[in-house]
Structure formats: structure tokens, C-alpha cells
């Protein structure tokens, strides 16, 4: 069996699809991209497969992987590393329809049946945020998550930092102590404000602070956790398993986030994955994305017995006329079962694309871009 083909369908709302294709018939499905750099992210897939891989055996998968990394004198990345895991996704799909077995069974098979799927709450009062909240949780999800921070100057003021507090006290009354709340930090503020954020929403139990400072902050990190009694995560800006070396070796981080689509794929993030849990660190897939990254997230975490929750921003628990799950031929392949979710256990990904959706949005307008803030001085904020 040989890699004969490919084709790239960059669709709404802002994701790349990547089918693969071999002489035997079989093809396989990856989801390679980085956020906002869409067409950049193609072009590095393509010079991928064009230089290298059409013409290979799909199924020596490691050795791919590790031509892609080392075959070029420059490596690593949000884009190059984006574009392998794509790449390395479609390979275990195909691989999987060539044995005729599930992914998870590839790795090793189950760890466990099911893991907890968080959704993401948002609103602009902390009355807002708290219905949002019940809604999901009358939906099913035991874990919710929602952003700290929208804005805050580099050093703020307390009535800043009481509004922060008021979105999550709002929450918490509303869902109770049964209720896991991640909050994402999304590196927005300095150390200096994240220690004092941290303070004040402490006494309100939440589950992890997701990216309190960003990654390139990361030697802030014990300074953080020294000030915490919750965990700490990071993990969705880092591309490769030197880079979560160097924040493991920090010792003050609890749970790793790392993506299949960013981080170098699957075969990437098992890697990392067992390298956390030597260190007796947890880890939660990063996913704001679609289908196939999420069905690839889904057989990681089958196998990883470190895993704990997975992120998706699929709402799987609302199949029908669902648009982000528009693109597969059965849009409720993910089960969803009162806050749990396990992977397919059809061959490969276990997901069928619906090739004509695929190309019927493809030819819409997507070039997706995140905004940019500027704080009152008119300096560029985090966004």
C-alpha cells in the first residue's frame, strides 16, 4: 500500500480537513491547523506530503512522524508541528481501516470505557454566566468551564478583580459543590495579577486555572502555585514533548493540555502523556476544535490512564441540526451520556466524513481571525 494522494478543505467555522489517500482505496481523515493561520498551516502539509510522503507505506507511521520532525534542519512549532499532527492523525485512521480495528486497540487498547467531557459556559453578568450554567448542567455535564478574565490591565484595580470573583461566586451558587468549574486564565494577565486572581477565587473551589500566565511566562509558574491551593494546567501553546519537558521540569504544574492537532498528533501526545504521568501529572486534550481532532483526542484518551476530562466544542450532547458536526455521515458517532463520552469503536477514528458537506462548505469564504485588544493607553491586551 502506497500514499498515491491528498486534498485539503479549509471549512467553517475556522478548521482544516485533510483527507489522505492510498492505491489500496483506503483513506484516512486529519484535522491539521493552527487557529487564524489556516493557509499556512496547508502550506506546510503540503510540502510535507509533496517532498516526502507520497509514495510511502502509510502504515510505518514512526517512521513518518519522525522524517516529518527531523527530516528538515528547522522543526518545531505551532505551524510545523500542526501540520504533522494532521498528517499523523489520517495515518492512524488509515492504519486503523487497514486492520479493521479502533485506534485505542492500536495504542494498546482501553485504560477505560468513558472519560468526562467539560463544556464551556460563557455571559456577559455573572446572572448570565450562572443560567448558562444550570442549563448545561440540567443537560448532563457534572464539569463546566469558563474564562477568568476578559481584560484586565497589567495591574488592575480591586473592583476589577471583585468582578472577576462575582462570575465565578455566581456560578458556583447556582451549580453547587458537585460541579467541577475549570477556569481558564487564557494567559491574559501578568504573574503579578494572576497570583492576586488566584487569591480571591480560591476559596471558591475550582477545579484546575487553566493557562495562568503564557507559556513563554512559564518560569512564573511555581511563584503561582506557591500562592494556590488548585491545580495548575498549560499546555494548548506548546508543540512537541521537549517543550512540555521543559514545564514539567518547573515542578508546579498538575494537568497538561496538549492538542493532536497542534502538539504533533497521536503519536506526539502519547508520548507526552506518559512522560506527565512519570511525573504524577494529569493530562486534559486541548479540543476547541472539530470532528476529527475531537475523535482523535476521544482514542487517546481510551488509553491513557492519566487522562481526566476532555475538552470539545462539538456540544455532543445536541447532535441533531448540530452544524459543527454537519461535516461526518452520522452526526451522533459521539455518545454522550450524562457528562461522559467514549471514542468510536468503528475502525480507525471510527468517524465518517461526509465528503459532500466537505466540499459544499469548502467553497465558502472562511480566513478566520481572533481580535485584537488594546488596554486604555492604547498598548496591544492579550486576547
Known sequence: MEITGYELFEVPPRWVFLKLETDAGVCGWGEPIVEGYAKTTKAAVEEMIDNYLLGTDPLEIERHWQAMYRGRHFRGGPVLMSAIGGIDQALWDIKGKHYGAPVYDLLGGKARDRIPVYQ?????????????AAEEVDRGYDCLKLSAVSQLDRIDSPAAVARVRERLEAVRSEVGADVDIVVDFRGRITTGMAK???????????????????PEHARSLPRIENRTKVPLATGERLYSRWDFERTLELDAIDVLQPSPSHAGGISEVRKIATAAESKDVLVSLH?????????????????????????????IHRADGNDLLAYLDDPAVFGFDDGFVSAPD?????????????REHAQSRVDWQSPIWYHEDGSVAEW
Open 346 to 358: 468503528a475502525p480507525g477514528l471510527g468517524v465518517e466524513i461526509d465528503e459532500e458537506a466537505v
Open 196 to 214: 492576586w486572581v488566584a487569591d480571591e477565587l480560591d476559596p471558591l473551589d475550582p477545579m484546575f486555572y487553566e493557562e495562568p500566565v503564557l
Open 287 to 315: 479540543c476547541p476544535l472539530g470532528p476529527i481532532s475531537f475523535a482523535s483526542c476521544l482514542h487517546l484518551d481510551m488509553v491513557l490512564p492519566n487522562a481526566i476530562a476532555q475538552a470539545q466544542n462539538l456540544e
Open 120 to 132: 464551556w459556559v460563557g455571559g456577559e453578568t455573572p446572572e448570565a454566566i450562572a443560567r448558562a
